[in-house]
């Protein structure tokens, strides 16, 4: 057992701050110096940290000293064999793990309701994804996790297939059933991968659903920017005992940035070590927080803030109780209209709404006042906006037609077509609806009239369409043919 | 010889200061530092956070000011719920009313009423009501559940900065607009328009009520130890104007004893100052 109390990286940080080295080195600001504006808005604190790689400070694409120490720390804290600090967010970390074990022409099982940062993995490496129909709600409008039944059917399918990517737990907290997928895999010899973005906390907390790690897979992304308390765009990429580390590395180097920030970095050793040592109350007190505020929601009337009772053994195999999930259909309105509503009238920022759901992040940093704020104006946009909800959308999960490789329909000879006229026509770009980040439409699949239809009620509604060319999302780049 | 001073900023540059006899209490509740102070000028002086919030010789001003324009337009008030306020003195004034059958007040800081029990008898008396009943919680979280229950509602809050934030939201507007009943009337704590951060608050509040209420008018009162002295309270109502509705003979057959307020008063205290009035109609 290390001391988990121990932060190197912010002990170097400190020593190398209290030593007053003279810098001849990046970045150029010098400690802040060369940009008094920039300083003066972010602190002089934070502009003296903001240094380039040094030996006392260790080497981000070589960690030999304290970065070293402090990924072995973050390893133990959660029981990896291996982790990595990653400064590119967890769409590095989810393409590392990715590019590190499919090769151009490899199958990879995976759900569809992944993140982009998949698919986009898959444009780089060629790979080919096989996409298991994930489960949906149809009264929710939501996927659900991975169905054990569905794993073993698409595995003995496609025996050649080289790993498989569970999304564990979900963007509104349902989770799958990690120990049986992952021993099912490991029986057919394939790696498995956790896009674990959201589930730090599971690693910390009383009676959270099972970890990547305790389950054991091979890898998985880790945001600790999310639930962990550490910068944006800073990570963790974990590895089990079965993984060579030193070839994950190398993967890792290729696309990471030379100039790993010491600023995110430190940020993942101080919230590691926080949640080593306070991580069980700090998620005893958001779990309270987000079930007290599901029940007041729930006593409003027409929402629903789901919780445990979805558990039904498979597909929803576990919940994770710290996540504030809403369904608002029943208001008539779609989450991303209530989503809206409760930032431009209330002053309430939440995480993200989708055509049926709305999802309020629930942090250690809240305050009952604005629990109390968010509970309150979720009342008053029932009391002033309700309204008949015939028309709402049943659910929005469209099975996609796997048509080509990513990789090769993305690098093919395309044209642009308006979007009405592009049915029967395969798709060579990304249509990402955000919220919440998961594909519409991925290079090489084929375009239906479901789908047409589908992006235009979600810019009706609202939401924010991504990925083309045409940023409008009018038009669409199709592969031009043989 | 002691050279004791309390001062409040009312802006970054300047600063109002009252002589100080003795400093009574301070304590740091949950929510707030609570301190009472003994002057001669002013008598005892309780603030919250170092905010001045009342003074023994002039909180007469502010408490008959929020309690009583609204019950001389509707003098058929029966239920009232008072948010805030824990210091008892806008309950000391609408206990005066016998027609009133009840009222909640909520305040969420329990250490506030228990301070003013032992230093303001003069105000804090209003709790000693058999009609009133006290509740420590939020504000907003009490006026959630609550549909068609009050006549009145009176917000009588700190400043929108520390724990009188939630008091001055559109959320908290709402939910108040559906706690009271059909002739129901919101007054508020509504700051002050002189110095640019409080005219800020002033004018959100204004905005925020005006979208709730159908009618939303704002009145003044002279409060000689509050930022500028020129301070604002909102009147806002589901059908009752406040000038055309007034019902001042029924009201002074009531004979209740004031200091500052009366009906022609009253009917003043609607005329505001022109710049005021721009602000004002800036938000709406």
Not at chain 1, 300 to 318: Q, T
């Amino acid at each position: 057992m290390k001391d988990q109390t121990r932060a190197p990286l912010l002990e170097a940080l400190e020593r190398m701050r209290h030593d007053r080295l003279v810098p001849f080195d990046v970045p150029g600001h010098k400690r802040g110096k060369g940009n008094p504006q920039l300083t003066e808005f972010l602190g002089e604190r934070c502009l003296s940290v903001d240094v380039n790689s040094m030996k006392p400070l260790d080497n981000l694409c070589h960690p030999v000293s304290v970065i070293k120490e402090a990924e072995e720390l973050a390893a133990e804290a959660f029981g990896a064999a291996h982790a990595f600090f990653m400064v590119g967010g967890t769409t590095s970390a989810v393409q590392s793990m990715i590019l590190a074990s499919v090769k151009a022409g490899d199958e990879i099982i995976l759900p569809r309701n992944v993140h982009q940062s998949v698919i986009n993995a898959l444009v780089l490496c060629g790979a080919i994804p096989v996409y298991i129909n994930p489960q949906t709600d149809k009264r929710l409008g939501i996927a659900l996790g991975m169905s054990v039944t569905d794993v073993k059917e698409t595995v003995a399918k496609h025996p050649a297939a080289k790993a498989i990517l569970v999304n564990n737990p979900t963007y509104y907290g349902i989770c799958s059933d990690l120990k049986s997928i992952t021993d099912i895999a490991h029986e057919h010899g394939l790696v498995v991968l956790v896009d674990e973005a959201h589930g730090t906390h599971f690693y910390f907390g009383r009676e959270m659903p099972l970890t990547a790690m305790a389950a054991g897979a091979d890898m998985a992304a880790v945001s600790m920017h999310k639930s962990g308390g550490s910068l944006t765009q800073s990570s963790l990429l974990l590895c089990g005992p079965h993984v060579n580390a030193h070839y994950v590395r190398q993967i890792i180097n290729l696309t990471q940035t030379t100039s790993g920030s010491y600023l995110l970095l430190s940020s993942l050793d101080i919230s590691r070590r926080n949640l080593t040592l306070d991580g069980v109350e700090i998620i005893e007190k958001v779990k309270r927080f987000a079930q007290y505020a599901r029940d007041e929601i729930n006593a409003i009337g027409d929402y629903y803030a789901y919780s445990r009772e979805l558990i039904n053994g498979d597909s929803v195999f576990d919940f994770d109780t710290t996540k504030l999930s809403v369904n608002t259909l029943e208001l008539g309105l779609a989450g991303i209209e209530v989503y809206d509503l409760l930032r431009d009238e209330y002053g309430i920022q939440i995480e993200f709404g989708d055509l049926g759901n709305i999802l309020a992040y629930v942090s250690v940093g809240d305050k009952n006042k604005n629990v109390e704020r968010l509970i309150g104006a979720l009342g008053e946009i029932q009391r002033v906006y309700k309204r008949d909800n015939k028309d709402m959308l049943e659910s929005e999960y469209i099975t996609p037609i796997v048509m080509m490789s990513p990789q090769r329909a993305f690098y093919a000879e395309k044209i642009s077509l308006p979007l009405e006229e592009c049915e029967g026509k395969i798709c060579t770009e990304f249509v990402m609806c955000y919220p919440p980040g998961i594909p519409v439409l991925a290079p090489g699949e084929k375009i239906t009239t479901a789908i047409i239809e589908y992006i235009q009620y979600a810019k009706e509604k609202g939401c924010m369409l991504t990925g083309p060319e045409a940023m409008d999302v009018r038009r669409l780049n199709v592969w031009k043919g043989e | 010889m002691d050279d004791l001073w309390y001062s409040e900023y009312h802006t970054p540059r300047v600063r109002f200061s009252i002589k100080v006899t003795k400093q009574l209490h301070q304590e740091t509740s949950d929510y707030q530092t609570i301190s009472v102070f003994d002057s001669e000028e002013f008598g005892r002086f309780l603030t919250l956070d170092g905010i001045m919030m009342l003074t023994e010789r002039d909180e007469f001003i502010y408490h008959e000011m929020i309690a009583h324009p609204a019950m001389a337009v509707n003098p058929n008030i029966r239920k009232v719920l008072i948010i805030g306020a824990g210091d008892g003195g806008t309950v000391r004034e609408l206990t005066k009313y016998p027609t009133i059958e009840h009222i909640d007040v909520v305040e969420i800081d329990q250490r506030v009423v228990a301070v003013s029990k032992e230093f303001f008898p003069q105000t804090a008396c209003g709790f000693e009501d058999a009609r009133v009943q006290l509740h420590f919680q939020d504000g907003l979280k009490f006026v959630r559940r609550t549909e068609l229950a009050y006549d009145l509602i009176v917000v009588d809050s700190t400043d929108p900065l520390g724990p009188g934030e939630v008091l001055f939201t559109k959320e908290f507007y709402g939910n108040c607009f559906r706690a009271l009943t059909e002739n129901g009337i919101l007054i508020n704590q509504h700051e002050s328009p002189f110095y640019q951060e409080d005219a800020k608050a002033m004018r959100a509040a204004h905005r925020r009520l005006a979208q709730v209420f159908p009618i939303s008018r704002v009145y003044q009162a002279h409060i000689p130890t509050y930022p500028s002295g020129h301070w604002l309270f909102g009147f806002a109502s589901k059908s009752l104007e406040p000038l055309a509705d007034l019902n001042a003979m029924e009201w002074n057959t009531l004979g209740l004893k004031m200091r500052y307020y009366n009906t022609d008063l009253h009917r003043g205290a609607f005329a505001l100052p022109t710049y005021v009035r721009e602000m004002l109609d800036d938000e709406v």
